[in-house]
Each structure stands twice: as C-alpha cells, then as structure tokens.
C-alpha cells in the first residue's frame, strides 16, 4: 500500500511542475563540473514584489530583503552545490542586498559584487549592455572555471529564457559566441 501511495504522490509532484522548467534531481548541480557550464541563481527568497519608491542600492533598508525562510534557503543552496562536489571559481553577485547576502549565505567562493548583474526591471534600456556584459565575463573564463551568478529573475529568465522561482538554480552552457543553453534546474527548498 505504501509503494502505490509514494508512486501517487510522485505523479502528482511530476504533473505540478510544468516541464522543462525545473528538475527535481540534484544531480543536474554535478553538471558544473563541465565545461564552459556555470550556475544562474535567482536571489532567495524575499517577500513581496518589486522594490519600494525610495529604493536606493546602497541601503539595504528601501529595499526587499531576504527574510528567514530565504536565509535558509541560501544556506541550503550553498549545501547542494558543495554537496555536488564541484569547485567554484567565481561566485558573482548583482549589488542588490538580497543577492548579496544570498551569495554570501551560500559561502561557495569569495563574493564578487558585478553591476551587470543587478536589476534591468525598472531600468529596461540597460538591459541589453547588462546581458551583453555578462555573457561576455562568462566568455572570458576558462572553459575550467566554473561562476555561480546571484541575480534577478528579469536577468535569468533572458538569459535562460525561463523565468526561475526564488532560489532556483539554473545550469547553464555558454558557447565560444556567448550563447546559453539551459541544461535543467533545480528549486532549493525553503525549511
């Protein structure tokens, strides 16, 4: 009875996650270990939506934040990718507050804070220097060197071209040219 109930609550679980968007399976995290193959993080998990009217980058008070649950989250996040036993050369982070202490939380490389990496949502025509900018620091790295980037969903849905839920980590290829191929996710739980 046990095994009909599990194989159930698997279907259900398998039906609930429109395909292509995330895998369930950590192991996609040991797919970093391959060439030109790099991790695209959106930020954990910060309620709300947007940032206030008097936002201002260099004060994390007017700005959303992560809260407990997205503390532990980053925390886990950083658990799953050394657990996946992958060296990580650079971890690079938007200068939002919450990406900052999301990457800092998961304690896998020295933070590196990259401008490119913040925001395009309320700032559009910075979108494509910002997407430009970062496929070419990608570009530049060894086909070695592997980076986790801690960003925005704006930021990973254009460059992955799915938009990603509050600490989900997307594995990516990038090409000699710069272009990215998703290669599958996984959504790091919040306990």
């Known amino acids: 009875m046990r095994a009909v109930v599990v194989c159930v609550v698997l279907a259900v679980v398998a039906v609930a996650l429109p395909e292509g968007t995330a895998s369930a399976e950590p192991s996609i995290l040991a797919r970093l270990a391959e060439p030109r193959t790099h991790a695209i993080m959106r930020h954990a998990l910060a309620p709300g939506s947007n940032d206030p009217a008097d936002f201002d980058i260099a004060r994390c008070e007017t700005q959303r934040n992560l809260n407990g649950d997205g503390r532990r989250q980053a925390s886990r996040a950083g658990a799953m990718l050394r657990e996946a036993g992958v060296a990580i050369a650079h971890l690079w982070t938007s200068q939002y507050c919450r990406c900052r202490e999301t990457a800092e939380l998961m304690a ?39 980076a986790v980037l801690v960003t925005h969903n704006v930021n990973a849905e254009a460059l992955t071209g799915t938009r990603p839920v509050s600490g989900e980590i997307q594995i990516v290829r990038i090409d000699e040219s710069g272009a990215i191929e998703l290669l599958g996710s996984v959504r790091v739980p919040v306990f």
């Open 108 to 146: 896998v490389a020295p933070v590196v804070e990259q401008s490119f990496l913040n925001s395009f949502i309320s700032a559009r025509w910075t979108k494509t220097d910002r997407l430009d900018r970062t496929r070419a620091a990608l570009t530049a790295l060894t086909p070695e060197e592997t």
